[in-house]
């Protein structure tokens, strides 16, 4: 049975840094890609970051510079280091085994 867990959210001030977790379980990890996405209050979800099977990655614009995403296989675990974090990233952030399997998601806020 294929599981994703997002885990590391919190509440933390504008420009300050956070870790996100995704824990999968389930299928051979290490042969497929996976994203990060987030969706705000009243948004639609939208992508954040992929990285592939070899270690290739892909940024939104609204991230890029700002969030890492890289993942250890023999964990079994991706990673999202978002830095510099700003208000407008605040939203419930979602892990996604590609194609189509997500994860429940963890709540970001950025706020003063």
């Known amino acids: 049975q294929v599981q994703i867990v997002e885990s590391g959210g919190g509440l933390v001030q504008p420009g300050e840094s956070l870790r996100l977790s995704c824990a999968a379980s389930g299928f051979l990890f290490s042969i497929y890609s996976m994203a990060w996405y987030r969706q705000a209050p009243g948004k639609q979800r939208e992508y954040v970051a992929e990285?592939?099977?070899?270690?290739?990655?892909n940024y939104a614009d609204s991230v890029k510079g700002r969030f890492i995403i890289s993942r250890d296989n023999a964990k079994h675990t991706v990673y999202l280091q978002m830095n510099s974090l700003k208000p407008e990233d605040t939203a419930v952030y979602y892990c996604?085994?590609?194609?189509?399997?997500w994860g429940r998601g963890t709540q970001v806020t950025v706020s003063s």
């Open positions: 996604k085994k590609l194609p189509n399997t």
């Open positions: 990285i592939s099977n070899n270690g290739g990655t």
